[in-house]
């Protein structure tokens, strides 16, 4: 009888619990989805979207997608996997970058021989200080375009990135990016 007593306890128990974990489940969309959405006002165009987080670099898209004809190359910093705040403008506009997420490219790949090369090739362009080496990883990699915005400024100094502006035309310029032409 006293076992019987126990289980019977125990069934109550336990199903208290689960009741409780799925109410507190449940609880976290109503409480959560507005939350979410009195940041941003909802669209399905996941440019749209994003200009409303990023509108200096919004701009820079939209820019690309109007003023630019075919596909030229840009140059951005390289991507982080899976993080949405870098390689954008490649991703936003589908121009070709000289690289983008290089550990996306390796899953598919198998290996990193074409863009471990490029990676490092990108970091010294934004870096160094020898325009004539600036010079030639542009023509290594026939870009057109460089972009300064929030993820080069927060990846390399002001002093590497004000080099640009002494080498290279202003295409386009808004807020907190800048993109230079290549002559």
């Known amino acids: 009888y006293l076992l019987d007593q126990l289980k019977a306890w125990a069934r109550i128990v336990a199903g208290t619990v689960v009741v409780g974990v799925v109410m507190l489940g449940l609880l976290y969309p109503l409480l959560?989805?507005?939350d979410k959405m009195e940041?941003?006002?909802p669209t399905l165009d996941?440019?749209?979207y994003s200009g409303q987080f990023a509108p200096d670099e919004y701009a820079a898209a939209q820019w690309f997608n109007q003023a630019v004809s075919g596909t030229?190359?840009?140059v951005e910093a390289p991507g982080e996997e899976y993080n949405s705040a870098t390689s954008r403008l490649?991703?936003?506009t589908g121009l070709p970058s000289v690289v983008g997420w290089p550990g996306h490219e390796g899953q598919w790949r198998g290996n990193y021989d074409i863009q471990g090369p490029r990676v490092e090739a990108v970091k010294e362009l934004?870096?160094?200080a020898d325009a004539n080496r600036v010079l030639e990883l542009l023509k290594t990699y026939d870009a057109a375009y460089v972009v300064v915005g929030p993820n080069e400024q927060r990846l390399y100094s002001a002093t590497a990135l004000a080099k640009f502006e002494r080498l290279l035309p202003i295409a386009?310029?808004?807020?907190a990016v800048t993109i230079y032409r290549v002559p």
């Open 90 to 92: 490649s991703t936003w």
């Open 126 to 128: 934004y870096s160094t």
């Open 39 to 41: 940041k941003v006002t």
């Open 72 to 74: 030229p190359v840009i």
């Open 172 to 175: 386009f310029q808004q807020g």
């Open 46 to 48: 996941a440019l749209e």
């Open 32 to 34: 959560g989805i507005p």
